[in-house]
């Protein structure tokens, strides 16, 4: 038990940024890369028993205002950070053939009628894939969490937002990765790894961003984290609509 892994995964330009971490007491291990497909954290030699990733799982058929109920209930948390919360759209939105039909569908399946963001569907190629192989696979999930990582550095500063970004006009913000980088320290993170340098393929923020989902896989690991909503929803393939911390 005490040589188990687990795993906090943040999309990046390259695929996936992991961070592979033991739990408390086993040491000071932790490994960070960056891998093509999500399929390939699975596959991973770590096999990691916990991997919380930011990205959502489980899509509903119909959507309410501001999108799942996860994404209602963790907004108010954030301050303003809370626009890192995208509204997440039916899942015939997420599979549909291109913006125009996923604007189509997401108009057709929420309540009051609205599109999907642009940002939102840049990241559909990542989420179809999560949701192919969780679907396909209950025992995987259950062992996949959705986290979010402006949620687990509000878990780290005492459940308070967080004051400074991570970025100000798309560009890393220094004073707001220095600050994350102390939560991470103080939450139990080798300082050498928090200041590594990203891997290739992976910026700065996508790093910290994968250790943050990290630490949120070791409290679930620990008994600690909680869902948001609890108990959580489930769609229409039994996969939980939570975003965990």
Known sequence: MSHEWL???????????????APPGAGEAVRLRVVRTFADIVAAPEAPAVIAVDMPIGLPDRVGPGGRVAETLVRPRLGARQSSVFSVPSRAAVYAAD?????AAALASSEPPRKVSRQLFNLVPKIREVDAALVGDPALAARVFESHPELAFWQMNGEAPLAEPK????RPYGPGLDLRRRLLVAAGLPVAVVEAAAPRGAGADDLLDALACAVTARRIRAGLARPLPDPPPRDRHGLPMAIWA
């Open 167 to 170: 970025k100000v006009k798309g």
């Open 7 to 21: 795993a906090g995964v943040d999309g990046c330009p390259g695929g996936w940024a992991v961070a592979f971490v």
């Open 99 to 103: 913006y125009g039909a996923a604007c």
